[in-house]
């Protein structure tokens, strides 16, 4: 079943003297129960588009194309337009999301505990104790070893790790259907991350959640992800489950980001991608991974290539796919 469904999505910035393109033509779906990945190289649109999704954009967005929420499988929301047309109680309550510096989406002047209650009071009606019994227990079902300090402790006075659960226990006070994680694990190390995503993981069997895993850890999308959608430059170049991409990958962008990562697998130095993304500012015709691409003829240089759309809803863009 899909719960969340977006469609030619296209999102752009306007500024004094331009229209910048941050997000070109995108369409994937999200289905209940499942972990989605959305990878690709800093400035791909990954965060991007999580805001758009949450309605977080600045006034000088331009949101185009269609985002469509599922509470039942006949009945569709409309999120892509004004934040103040949606219904009060999608974001939080239906939707929510874990910002890229989690410990600075705390606000500092308030004290952790406080912070979850106003979560709990936006979407429940319960006792004042009985918020803060609830509210020790999320903290200590999340890995904090000891709730009640926590409870009581100021952002500033909690390690990363530790803000880091903070931050995700009032993403998860409002008891959302899907979480939108956006690079959740940047400033853990390697014993944390692990721990961190297998948490994730566990909460989203326990709390039936969707999960959308925004990041630019390519190990990370393949250890914990039912399926992957590839960004570049803001375009959706492939789509499909993960080991699908992982063992026959069909876009030469996701083929050079896979190999990169086996080489990094074996403690090898690997070899980075020749050349550089596309600026913003200065668009390239055709297809945007073409001066980087081994594959690429000059119709790849003049025309983006038309959607191939394979078995499960997985596509890919490209006139050369790999292993088909």
């Not at 991007?48 to 509470?71: A, D």
């Not at 999301?97 to 952790?112: E, H, I, R, T, Y």
């Not at 009985?130 to 926590?150: C, I, M, N, S």
């Not at 697998?265 to 668009?283: A, F, T, V």
């Amino acid at each position: 079943m899909t719960i969340l469904a977006v469609t030619e999505l296209a999102v752009s910035i306007k500024t004094s003297s331009r229209v910048l393109s941050l997000i070109k033509n995108l369409s994937f779906i999200l289905r209940q129960g499942e972990t989605l990945a959305i990878v690709g190289e800093s400035g791909s649109g990954k965060t991007t588009l999580g805001r758009t999704i949450m309605g977080l954009l600045p006034e000088n967005f331009q949101v185009n194309g269609s985002v469509k929420y599922y509470p039942h499988a006949t009945t569709a929301i409309e999120l892509s337009g004004q934040p103040k047309s949606r219904p009060k109680y999608i974001i939080g309550k239906e939707i929510a999301m874990v910002f890229q510096d989690a410990p600075g989406s705390l606000n500092p002047l308030l004290k952790c505990g406080v912070q979850l209650l106003d979560v709990f009071k936006a979407h429940t009606s319960e006792s004042l104790s009985g918020y803060k019994q609830r509210a020790l227990h999320v903290f200590e079902k999340l890995g904090l070893t000891d709730p009640a300090t926590v409870f009581s402790s100021y952002p500033h006075q909690l390690s990363g790790g530790m803000a880091q659960r903070v931050a995700l226990a009032l993403a998860l006070g409002g008891n959302p259907r899907v979480l939108i994680a956006d690079e959740p694990t940047t400033a853990l190390d390697t014993i944390a991350k692990n721990r961190y995503l297998q948490l994730l993981q566990t909460l989203k069997i326990q709390n039936s959640l969707s999960l959308i895993l925004i990041t630019h850890n390519l190990s990370e999308a393949l250890s914990y992800a039912d399926s992957l959608l590839v960004l570049y430059n803001g375009y959706g170049l492939e789509y499909g489950s993960t080991a699908t991409l992982r063992d026959q990958p069909r876009h030469p962008y996701t083929s050079d980001l896979l190999e990169i990562q086996k080489m990094i697998d074996r403690n090898q130095l690997p070899q980075p991608i020749p050349g550089e993304s596309p600026s913003l500012e200065q668009p390239l015709s055709g297809c945007p991974y073409n001066p980087r691409c081994s594959r690429a003829t000059e119709r790849c240089r003049t025309t983006f290539p038309p959607r191939l759309s394979l078995a499960n809803d997985a596509f890919v863009f490209c006139y050369y796919p790999k292993n088909i």
